[in-house]
């Protein structure tokens, strides 16, 4: 059973056509029954709704003694400014976040990151929006390791559990391979599975039919 905000970050998915069923041709080449874009959270009321999600999600996998939410420029960064202003009210003390610089800035502030400084030993939490390849939470280890801090997991928005090279999804790929725990707000089966039995503002937007194209889809076939 999935959590109230889970169920309300699929009802936002829908209500922002952030999540779509139907035919799609990904950039990889790949055909799919569903298309997820996160661009399409672009609303002020959005972030206050994305935040909850994320904030239940670390919670839920990573415990309640989490100081610093991390966000990769550029899309990672709002996501981390809610993360852990939600956080924040679920724990009731304070929370940091922090961002990386594309560059490092050698004047003014200066330094790689923005934001809640990075101690050896403090315990944080990655989010971003969708991991494909991973490449973008690969480089965001890689520039936080340095600093002696505890990662505890990552957050992305949703799983979409496709296989990648080989038996493994790409969440469970660069778990295995980094050594971090990577976890979804919601999978695509989970966000299925709701929508197939429940309407959002009076529409059932998945059908059976389409609920077993995209189990056969997951499958391979």
């Known amino acids: 059973m999935i959590s109230d905000a889970q169920r309300a970050f699929v009802n936002l998915l829908v209500a922002r056509e952030a999540l779509k069923f139907g035919d799609f041709t990904l950039k990889s080449g790949r055909k799919s029954p569903y298309f997820i874009n996160t661009g399409c959270f672009n609303q002020g009321g959005d972030l206050a709704r994305l935040g909850l999600a994320y ?5 839920r996998h990573f415990g309640d003694d989490v100081a610093v939410i991390f966000g990769p420029a550029y899309k990672g960064i709002p996501l981390a400014l809610a993360a852990a202003a939600s956080y924040e009210q679920l724990v009731q003390r304070s929370i940091g976040w922090t961002y990386d610089r594309k560059e490092v800035k050698d004047h003014g502030d200066g330094g790689l990151f923005v934001g809640a400084p990075l ?9 971003d929006d969708v991991l494909t390849a991973g490449t973008a939470l690969r480089e965001s280890l890689a520039k936080l390791r340095p600093t ?9 928005a949703v799983d979409r559990q496709e296989k990648g090279s080989g038996s493994l999804t790409a969440i469970q790929e660069i778990t295995q391979e980094q050594q971090v725990p990577v976890v979804p707000i919601i999978t695509i089966s989970e966000a299925a599975d709701y929508l197939l039995v429940n309407d959002i503002n009076g529409k059932r937007y998945l059908s059976a039919d389409d609920r077993a194209r995209i189990a ?3 499958a391979g076939a």
Do not use: F, S
Request: hydrophobic share 55%; proline share 4%; charged share 20%.
């Open 216 to 218: 056969r889809h997951l």
């Open 148 to 156: 002696g801090v505890t990662i505890a997991g990552a957050v992305v």
């Open 119 to 127: 101690r050896p030993g403090v315990r944080i939490v990655i989010v």
């Open 55 to 59: 904030a239940d999600t670390i919670r």
